[in-house]
């Protein structure tokens, strides 16, 4: 029991030190995760398993949704995208379709490398900037 709270203490302040990119990271891990449990729930045939996991990706998504500024139009096509993958994970949930999370799970993968690419140069332009 202790080494949980422990994990929990030290994921409790990785997210209270993180810069606003690596929380977006850190959000696009935990939904890609919950995902790929869901999945293999499904192919376990664990429903209730699978089920949880969806419901919480789709909370991780709410919260992706949540960090948006809706004033500029990346945010816009991002929140249609969040939208559709929202959408997606019910029905997988509905249908206990792992092919419908499968394809939503590389999107997010794609979207999450992307975001890395975008975290890591902002830090370097920060570093170049700040010499």
Do not use: C
Not at 49 to 73: C, F, H, M, P, R
């Amino acid at each position: 029991m202790n080494g949980y709270k422990g994990y929990n203490q030290y994921r409790e302040q990785q997210v209270l030190t993180a810069s606003p990119g690596d929380l977006i990271l850190m959000l696009y891990d935990g939904v890609i995760r919950q995902i790929r449990l869901a999945r293999a729930a499904i192919a376990e045939q664990k429903p209730g398993e699978a089920g949880t996991a969806l419901v919480k990706a789709q909370e991780i998504i709410d919260a992706l949704i949540d960090s948006l500024d809706l004033d500029n139009d990346l945010s816009t096509h991002l929140l249609k995208l969040y939208e559709f993958f929202n959408r997606e994970l019910v029905e997988s949930n509905i249908s206990k379709d792992s092919g419908r999370a499968l394809a939503v799970e590389e999107m997010l993968s794609e979207l999450r490398d992307t975001w890395e690419q975008v975290v890591r140069s902002y830090r370097s332009l920060n570093r170049v900037v700040g010499e």
